[in-house]
Structure formats: structure tokens, C-alpha cells
């Protein structure tokens, strides 16, 4: 086995090798890591710093664009009775509402009821159902005739697995075909009930294919109505501003743009269906919006503070992108934005005071013509929209920034760490030199004891011989 040469140091000169070895290099390695290792802490700190900032105005610009998304600054929509329930579509009106409605009649499904059976766990028989859907229309002196629509049909198969009446039922339920089944019991008796979907359109036949009898008790198509109607399915129909409309649904989406109407019974009345804006809420956005402004801006010129007192200097101290930051976040204030008329924050009262604080004068954003307060809204939702390189004036335009920054920074620690690991290497190599050269002469001087060992011998033997 090879040994290491340190190993044998100190056999002639009598020096701890080792340690002059290990405190050379040492020296030569901290000497050449210690304005790498401050590099890479002073990126390590700024990387982190600019990621705060980023993370802070992504958050005020998803808070913000929550805001506006839920539909609070924009126009409220209010129904003057409980028998129509309104909600807004996306992003709700786009102007104001003021819309009388009566509802003449609701959209049901389609209702039928089986014959009697004594209960759920009676067989019905074997074969095939088939569910057919379209519109049904009652013709004089009973009956009716079926129009097949576009849906497919629905075949539903009875085998000696689920042969009852409850069986039948869950196949109904789990064939996903909009036709709802439930079995009705009472003393004695069990009757299936099946309902289909609201709209005219989505009335259904029943076919039946039995294999041995007991399954066509479940026929409903003309002229075979063994299942009976209990309702017929219709559409709703509702007067809308004087034009009467119908709709396949109890809710409806296209009568008033920006705004669904669910239908909960009728009326003999009009109900009155609004929409205006709240300039309470938008105050009230405006003033939190301003609030996490000011903070960000604090949070800037604490990463960018000198150092003060024996405190350490902020990391962004001379950061060029904290700087650019907090400018273009100052500047939001006086910018007018095309998307919102040239409106600006400092319209609605926002501003910059002597000392740098951004405050916001509610007095000033209640004397807006309430004309404008739409273009409030648009103000704030383009301020929260996401970043665009032609948008320099959204919150998240301008948290690309850091992250561009930190890019570079990012690039600048990997070299940092990179030539870091070549002051390592360079300290390996280091050492192997000395230890090699340490050993070359501690051997050197073990032989010239060994040479005097022998002298010194020598001159004693020829000492006693004298004598």
C-alpha cells in the first residue's frame, strides 16, 4: 500500500509538517475565497430582497384583480323580488340596469309516474329500455305526438342483476342521461317516478324491448302510454321590458347582458332589476390598495437604507433595480391610463406628500362625477391585469422587473460559485506542492543524520583504538 508522504514527516527534521502544509494553504485559500464568499452573501441578499418586492406587488395585483373580479367595483346588480334571483356573468353590466321583468310560467322537466308495484324489490322484468328525447306536443282528444330532438338516445338494460324495481332505478340514475329516477313508497305500494331536465326540448318517450313479459309496463310513447304524464315538460316564459320571451331554463344568461336571472316562481308583477355602482366600494378598494402601496414603498426604502448607527446597510442599498422600483411605483399616481379614459390615481385623490408617503383624500374620490366611475374601475382592473411589455404601468409589468434583475443576479452567483470552486481546486493543488516538497526535505535531512550517525561512530571507533 502506497503511504501518504505526510506520514512519514518529522522522521528527520522534526517538524510538524503537516500544520505548516495545512496553515500555508489555508492561508492562501481564505486569502483568495474571502471577496468571492462577500460576493456571493451580497448577491445571496439581494436575490432574496428583490424576491420579497416581487412577491409583494404580485400580491397587491392579485388582491386588487380579486377585487374587480368578484364584481364588488363594478356595477351591482339587485332584484326588487325574491322571485327572481339575479347574479352577474363574468364581469357583470357593462352599463346601467334598470329592467322590469314579470315570469308568466317556469321551465319544468318532464314528469312520469309507473304503474304500482308492491315494492322497489319487485322484479320488472328483463330486456332493454330505450330513452328517447325531443319535444312533445298533446294533440286533441288525448294523446300526443314526439319529435325527435338532437340528443341521443339512452339505452338502459335489465338482466337478472339488477332485475327490480330499484335496480331499474340506479341504472336510470347512473346512465347519465338528464332523466332522474326515484321510487315513491307507501303502504303496500311502490311507484317509480322519473323527471327529466327543464325545457320543452327535453321531453322523452320510453320504448321498451322485454325479453318475457313485465318490462312494457314501463312504455310511454304515443299510443303506448303505460307510464303516466304527471307533467309535461315546458319552457319558461318571462316579459322582459314589454318582449316576451321564452327559455328552455329557469336560469337565464342572454335577456340582460351581463346578468343571470334565476327564475323561483311567477309573478302577476313586474320585478325591477337594477344595476348601479357602488362608489362606497371602490373608496373602500382604493384606500386598501393605496395602504399596500405605501407599505411596498417602505419596504423598498428598508432593503435600500445606508448604513446607520453600526447597523448594516440595506441590502438594495445601490441596487439600480430597487430604485427603478419605487419610481415607477411613484408614477403609477400621475399616469393616466388609456384603458380607463386618461383617468388617474391622483383624480381619485391619491398623492405623493412631501415626505414620500402615498395617501389617498376619500373627500376628493366622493366628488367624482358618478359618470366616471366606471373608469374607476377600468383604472384599477388595468392596474391588476397581468404583465405586458406594453403595459409598463400594471403592478405585474413592473414585478418583472425584479425578476429580471434576479436573472442576472442568479447568473452572477453561479460564476461567483464557479470561481469559488477553482480557489478549491487550486488549494488541492497547492497542497500536493508542499507535501511533496516538505517530504523531498525531510527525507534530505534524515539522510544527513544518517551520514553523521555514521561519522559520529567512526570517530569513536577510532577513538578507543588510540587508546
Do not use: C, Y
Amino acid at each position: 500500500m502506497a503511504t501518504n508522504a505526510l506520514t512519514t514527516f518529522n522522521a528527520g527534521s522534526g517538524l510538524d509538517s503537516r500544520a505548516l502544509v495545512d496553515g500555508l494553504v489555508k492561508v492562501e485559500r481564505d486569502t483568495r475565497a474571502k471577496p468571492i464568499t462577500a460576493k456571493l452573501e451580497a448577491l445571496t441578499a439581494r436575490i432574496s430582497a428583490l424576491g420579497q418586492l416581487r412577491s409583494a406587488l404580485t400580491g397587491i395585483a392579485t388582491s386588487l384583480d380579486g377585487r374587480v373580479r368578484s364584481g364588488e367595483l363594478g356595477l351591482q346588480l339587485a332584484s326588487s323580488d325574491a322571485a327572481i334571483a339575479v347574479e352577474r356573468v363574468g364581469l357583470g353590466p357593462t352599463g346601467a340596469v334598470a329592467s322590469g321583468v314579470v315570469v308568466n310560467r317556469l321551465a319544468v322537466g318532464q314528469r312520469l309516474n309507473s304503474v304500482a308495484l308492491a315494492s322497489g324489490s319487485d322484479p320488472v322484468g328483463l330486456g332493454t329500455l330505450s330513452l328517447q328525447f325531443g319535444r312533445r306536443t298533446p294533440v286533441s282528444g288525448g294523446g300526443f305526438t314526439f319529435a325527435a330532438g338532437t340528443r341521443p338516445s339512452v339505452n338502459i338494460t335489465i338482466t337478472a342483476e339488477n332485475n327490480t324495481l330499484a335496480g331499474l332505478a340506479k341504472a336510470i340514475n347512473e346512465a347519465g342521461a338528464g332523466v332522474t329516477a326515484s321510487i315513491i313508497a307507501s303502504a303496500g305500494s311502490a311507484t317509480l317516478v322519473l323527471r327529466g331536465q327543464e325545457g320543452a326540448d327535453n321531453g322523452f318517450i320510453i320504448s321498451a324491448a322485454p325479453n318475457g313479459a313485465g318490462l312494457e309496463r314501463f312504455n310511454h310513447t304515443p299510443g303506448a302510454e303505460t307510464m303516466v304524464l304527471g307533467e309535461a315538460a315546458q319552457d319558461a316564459e318571462l316579459v322582459v321590458d314589454g318582449v316576451t320571451v321564452t327559455r328552455g331554463t329557469n336560469r337565464i344568461e342572454d335577456v340582460i347582458p351581463g346578468a343571470r336571472l334565476s327564475l323561483k316562481r311567477t309573478t302577476a308583477a313586474g320585478v325591477a332589476i337594477t344595476a348601479a355602482r357602488d362608489g362606497g366600494a371602490i373608496s373602500g378598494a382604493l384606500a386598501d390598495f393605496v395602504g399596500t402601496l405605501q407599505a411596498m414603498r417602505q419596504l423598498i426604502g428598508d432593503f435600500r437604507r445606508p448604513s446607520k448607527d453600526g447597523e448594516a446597510a440595506g441590502p438594495l442599498l445601490n441596487d439600480p433595480t430597487a430604485r427603478t422600483l419605487d419610481q415607477r411605483i411613484t408614477r403609477l399616481v400621475t399616469e393616466p391610463v388609456a384603458q380607463a379614459n386618461g383617468l388617474r390615481l391622483s383624480d381619485l385623490g391619491v398623492g405623493i406628500q412631501r415626505d414620500g408617503t402615498i395617501t389617498v383624500d376619500t373627500a376628493r374620490l366622493a366628488n367624482l362625477p358618478t359618470t366616471r366611475l366606471g373608469d374607476a374601475e377600468a383604472l384599477l382592473r388595468e392596474l391588476s391585469g397581468a404583465a405586458s411589455p406594453t403595459r409598463p404601468n400594471r403592478l405585474q409589468s413592473i414585478a418583472q422587473l425584479a425578476v429580471t434583475a434576479s436573472d442576472g443576479l442568479n447568473r452572477q452567483r453561479e460564476r461567483a460559485n464557479a470561481d469559488l470552486e477553482k480557489v478549491e481546486r487550486a488549494a488541492e493543488v497547492q497542497r500536493a506542492l508542499l507535501t511533496r516538497q516538505f517530504a523531498a526535505m525531510d527525507r534530505a535531512v534524515a539522510q544527513s543524520r544518517a551520514v553523521q550517525v555514521q561519522l559520529d561512530q567512526q570517530i569513536a571507533l577510532w577513538t578507543k583504538k588510540d587508546e
